[in-house]
């Protein structure tokens, strides 16, 4: 009674295991069904936003603003600009001709040029391009002594503290006099500082000759100053076949040493979102992306009020959490930027006369795509979730979770040698190699000589002795020792996790045997008679081969062993080398080893038995 008592607890336990797993199962299926929806949707939203004629408007605009020469100076563009000589003459020839588009090519006049001037004939100047420049007070710097005779002024680099707010030159018009900022336009963070907005600003006319009259008479009267430490150019284009904005910004920067370092940035964006139907389609799939985002949101509270603490333990409901999150953010960007475009759009578009500030709306534009690029990258991530069931990409989450801890002081002693490298190089090559020219800059520098990617001839020539000593140390201790340090920590843990597969460790349950599962349960369904006379074919066939032996004059000893041995080989592999989903690997008992023992006896005997046949047939051979 007692032996059948617990032969029913144990089959009870084992068939509520099995419910429970069926119903994992079947969780996990209908999860990853769902989330291949949403992944989808997602998809569809993303690639909706993205035009590829935003590549070809930014080429286009970039070619005609950077590339082309002053007239008569071929080298001398926006991007060779060194010189404030350089500055005016650019902004007198390319700039002011690629403003100004007034005539066909054969001087015929295609539209009413009161309205705008069309770029390229296609892309329309919204209002007037704006001039901008901020400078700096004098004696903001401090000259030593024994120079105060040779320098009576001190101009330092631009800080909101050195910042000049006083009126200079004519002090007759905006552009003699500081303004301060009306628009939420953010800091421009440029090469040598973080210019705020306002400053000294001046708008261009609608007329070309108007705009080159103008040019020359700040360039008469010093407009550009010694305090001068950035002019910003700001513009905006809309192509109405593409239905996209251009927002463009030329930057030049005068560093306190002298000379001028030139920027620009070429925003092109979408402001006008549901025009077409195609874009009313990409707007329901925005609505069912907040579907989602809610049954999620959901579904987590749910799992964080049911199992407490315990959800944070689990490196995937972390990621759950900042892909929500993101979610989050990205619709409150969105949101965001639909309210200022409904707001501002109408009026910016009015003010034909003065300066369209779409500066302001380009960036926060970007800042969306910028966040919902993140968000579709970790929902593609996301996806290791379903597929770590693999036995595969099981072994490889146990190889990174075992090596982790390996993996951690390794990365303490990698990095306390890099950043000593990385010092090293910006001291002795810094200042006159530009991959070292900042501390930032010589630790990419470092990781681009890993990949192959560096400068030799630039290390030797700053320094003919320290850079081949430095170039040969770093490749040896950091390429060929490091990195093959690391390389045999995820060897030698992967082999490790192999071998314990190999043993019959494996996952809980893989997503490729789920999915075969439920399908032959499915066929089962439809075809169980089938499946039956099967198993009636197997079990028939089985006793025929027992008679077909007896007739065959085997004796009966012989054929009880070969029934038990057949036996105790199904039961074998039915239990260690089954494809069918298993239970969690448990030890071997006492009375499973002595079954396999009883195996590998018999097993031995038969292969004695044979190596005589063979011995036998052997010497007849020879005999013959």
Same mark, same amino acid.
């Given at each position: 009674?007692?032996?059948?008592?617990?032969?029913?607890?144990?089959?009870?336990?084992?068939?509520?295991?099995?419910?429970?797993?069926?119903?994992?199962?079947?969780?996990?299926?209908?999860?990853?069904?769902?989330?291949?929806?949403?992944?989808?949707?997602?998809?569809?939203?993303?690639?909706?936003?993205?035009?590829?004629?935003?590549?070809?408007?930014?080429?286009?605009?970039?070619?005609?603003?950077?590339?082309?020469?002053?007239?008569?100076?071929?080298?001398?563009?926006?991007? *060779?600009?060194?010189?404030?000589?350089?500055?005016?003459?650019?902004?007198?020839?390319?700039?002011?001709?690629?403003?100004?588009?007034?005539?066909?090519?054969?001087?015929?006049?295609?539209?009413?040029?009161?309205?705008?001037?069309?770029?390229?004939?296609?892309?329309?100047?919204?209002?007037?391009?704006?001039?901008?420049?901020?400078?700096?007070?004098?004696?903001?710097?401090?000259?030593?002594?024994?120079?105060?005779?040779?320098?009576?002024?001190?101009?330092?680099?631009?800080?909101?503290?050195?910042?000049?707010?006083?009126?200079?030159?004519?002090?007759?018009?905006?552009?003699?006099?500081?303004?301060?900022?009306?628009?939420?336009?953010?800091?421009?963070?440029?090469?040598?500082?973080?210019?705020?907005?306002?400053?000294?600003?001046?708008?261009?006319?609608?007329?070309?000759?108007?705009?080159?009259?103008?040019?020359?008479?700040?360039?008469?009267?010093?407009?550009?100053?010694?305090?001068?430490?950035?002019?910003?150019?700001?513009?905006?284009?809309?192509?109405?076949?593409?239905?996209?904005?251009?927002?463009?910004?030329?930057?030049?920067?005068?560093?306190?040493?002298?000379?001028?370092?030139?920027?620009?940035?070429?925003?092109?964006?979408?402001?006008?979102?549901?025009?077409?139907?195609?874009?009313?389609? !990409?707007?329901?799939?925005?609505?069912?992306?907040?579907?989602?985002?809610?049954?999620?949101?959901?579904?987590?509270?749910?799992?964080?009020?049911?199992?407490?603490?315990?959800?944070?333990?689990?490196?995937?409901?972390?990621?759950?959490?900042?892909?929500?999150?993101?979610?989050?953010?990205?619709?409150?960007?969105?949101?965001?930027?639909?309210?200022?475009?409904?707001?501002?759009?109408?009026?910016?578009?009015?003010?034909?006369?003065?300066?369209?500030?779409?500066?302001?709306?380009?960036?926060?534009?970007?800042?969306?795509?910028?966040?919902?690029?993140?968000?579709?990258?970790?929902?593609?991530?996301?996806?290791?979730?379903?597929?770590?069931?693999?036995?595969?990409?099981?072994?490889? *989450?146990?190889?990174?979770?075992?090596?982790?801890?390996? !993996?951690?002081?390794?990365?303490?002693?990698?990095?306390?040698?890099?950043?000593?490298?990385?010092?090293?190089?910006?001291?002795?090559?810094?200042?006159?190699?530009?991959?070292?020219?900042?501390?930032?800059? *010589?630790?990419?520098?470092?990781?681009?000589?890993?990949?192959?990617?560096?400068?030799?001839?630039?290390?030797?020539?700053?320094?003919?002795?320290?850079?081949?000593?430095?170039?040969?140390?770093?490749?040896?201790?950091?390429?060929?020792?490091?990195?093959?340090?690391?390389?045999?920590?995820?060897?030698?843990?992967?082999?490790?996790?192999?071998?314990?597969?190999?043993?019959?460790?494996?996952?809980?349950?893989?997503?490729?045997?789920? !999915?075969?599962?439920?399908?032959?349960?499915?066929?089962?369904?439809?075809?169980?008679?089938?499946?039956?006379?099967?198993?009636?074919?197997?079990?028939?066939?089985?006793?025929?081969?027992?008679?077909?032996?007896?007739?065959?004059?085997?004796?009966?000893?012989?054929?009880?062993?070969?029934?038990?041995?057949?036996?105790?080989?199904?039961?074998?592999?039915?239990?260690?080398?089954?494809?069918?989903?298993?239970?969690?690997?448990?030890?071997?008992?006492?009375?499973?080893?002595?079954?396999?023992?009883?195996?590998?006896?018999?097993?031995?005997?038969?292969?004695?038995?044979?190596?005589?046949?063979?011995?036998?047939?052997?010497?007849?051979?020879?005999?013959?």
């Amino acid at each position: 009674m007692a032996e059948a008592s617990r032969w029913h607890r144990g089959g009870a336990s084992k068939h509520k295991l099995h419910y429970r797993k069926e119903v994992e199962i079947t969780t996990t299926l209908q999860e990853l069904l769902l989330y291949f929806i949403f992944l989808i949707n997602l998809c569809i939203l993303t690639f909706g936003m993205v035009n590829p004629h935003m590549y070809y408007l930014n080429k286009v605009m970039s070619s005609l603003f950077l590339d082309t020469s002053v007239p008569g100076e071929e080298r001398t563009n926006f991007k *060779s600009i060194r010189s404030v000589t350089d500055f005016w003459k650019f902004m007198e020839g390319p700039l002011l001709e690629g403003l100004y588009w007034d005539s066909w090519y054969n001087n015929q006049q295609l539209y009413n040029l009161k309205n705008s001037s069309r770029i390229y004939y296609e892309n329309i100047l919204l209002g007037v391009p704006r001039v901008r420049q901020l400078k700096v007070r004098n004696n903001t710097c401090k000259v030593y002594s024994s120079f105060q005779s040779l320098m009576s002024e001190c101009y330092g680099k631009y800080t909101s503290t050195n910042e000049d707010l006083s009126n200079f030159g004519l002090q007759i018009n905006t552009e003699w006099r500081y303004s301060t900022s009306n628009t939420n336009s953010p800091w421009h963070w440029g090469f040598l500082g973080v210019y705020r907005n306002g400053g000294y600003i001046f708008t261009l006319s609608k007329s070309k000759s108007e705009t080159k009259n103008k040019f020359i008479d700040l360039r008469l009267n010093s407009w550009i100053t010694r305090g001068t430490r950035v002019i910003f150019i700001d513009f905006s284009l809309y192509n109405a076949n593409v239905n996209l904005f251009c927002i463009i910004r030329l930057v030049a920067e005068f560093p306190a040493t002298g000379g001028i370092l030139t920027s620009w940035q070429f925003y092109s964006v979408k402001l006008l979102r549901y025009v077409s139907y195609y874009d009313y389609f !990409i707007a329901s799939c925005e609505i069912t992306f907040c579907i989602f985002l809610f049954v999620f949101t959901t579904q987590e509270v749910k799992k964080i009020k049911e199992f407490k603490s315990a959800y944070f333990k689990s490196i995937w409901n972390w990621l759950e959490l900042l892909l929500l999150l993101l979610c989050f953010v990205a619709v409150s960007f969105n949101t965001y930027c639909n309210v200022q475009i409904f707001l501002f759009l109408g009026q910016l578009l009015k003010s034909t006369e003065q300066y369209s500030d779409f500066y302001f709306l380009a960036c926060w534009h970007i800042y969306y795509n910028n966040i919902i690029a993140i968000t579709i990258f970790f929902a593609w991530i996301k996806i290791f979730k379903f597929i770590s069931f693999n036995k595969t990409m099981s072994q490889l *989450s146990s190889t990174l979770s075992r090596c982790i801890k390996d !993996i951690v002081g390794f990365a303490i002693m990698f990095f306390i040698i890099f950043f000593a490298y990385a010092q090293l190089g910006f001291l002795v090559f810094g200042s006159q190699v530009d991959d070292f020219s900042t501390f930032q800059n *010589s630790i990419f520098a470092q990781f681009r000589i890993v990949l192959g990617d560096f400068n030799f001839a630039g290390i030797q020539q700053a320094n003919p002795i320290l850079g081949p000593i430095y170039f040969i140390t770093f490749i040896f201790f950091v390429f060929f020792v490091l990195l093959n340090m690391f390389l045999a920590i995820i060897n030698d843990t992967y082999s490790e996790v192999k071998a314990d597969y190999s043993i019959g460790r494996r996952p809980d349950f893989e997503l490729g045997k789920m !999915i075969k599962q439920s399908y032959k349960n499915v066929l089962e369904k439809f075809r169980l008679k089938k499946a039956q006379k099967d198993e009636d074919k197997k079990t028939k066939g089985s006793g025929d081969l027992a008679e077909q032996a007896r007739r065959e004059g085997f004796d009966e000893n012989e054929i009880q062993k070969a029934e038990q041995m057949k036996k105790w080989k199904e039961r074998l592999e039915k239990k260690y080398y089954s494809t069918e989903i298993q239970d969690d690997y448990q030890p071997v008992t006492q009375e499973e080893f002595r079954e396999l023992f009883l195996y590998a006896v018999e097993l031995e005997k038969e292969l004695h038995y044979i190596n005589l046949k063979l011995n036998q047939v052997m010497r007849k051979v020879s005999a013959l």
